[in-house]
């Protein structure tokens, strides 16, 4: 119940006034850098579209995002995402980004 009241801002209220809160000279860490130990990393996998996808290896295939539509031909296919070269330029896609693809219409 007796709680302090603040009808200001806090920091307004400092507890030692002649305390400085920042540093003006260089601070070299004395801590060493600690890697990570036991790191797992997953992915979701599908086993047959991704085996479908690498029957149209070196075809020219029209694949559909969650953001758009590609037409390359396929370079690559990963675990986790495919290699699309449009125009010369390589696009990395990831598999789960996928909806649909197709073979392109030759011209």
């Known amino acids: 119940m007796n709680r302090p009241m603040y009808y200001a801002y806090p920091q307004t209220y400092a507890l030692n006034p002649n305390q ?12 060493e850098p600690v890697l990570p130990k036991n790191v ?10 991704i085996e479908h996808l690498t029957q149209h290896k070196g075809l020219m295939v029209s694949i ?20 699309l070269v449009v125009q010369g330029k ?18």
């Open 20 to 31: 400085l809160h920042y540093r003006s000279e260089d601070v070299q860490r004395k801590e």
């Open 40 to 49: 797992m990393y997953t992915t979701s996998v599908e086993p047959k579209f």
């Open 64 to 83: 559909t995002t969650t953001v758009g539509k590609l037409v390359g031909t396929l370079d690559e296919v990963f675990i986790d995402h495919v290699a």
């Open 90 to 107: 390589k696009h990395h896609i990831r598999i789960c980004e996928i909806v649909y693809f197709e073979k392109a219409e030759s011209k």
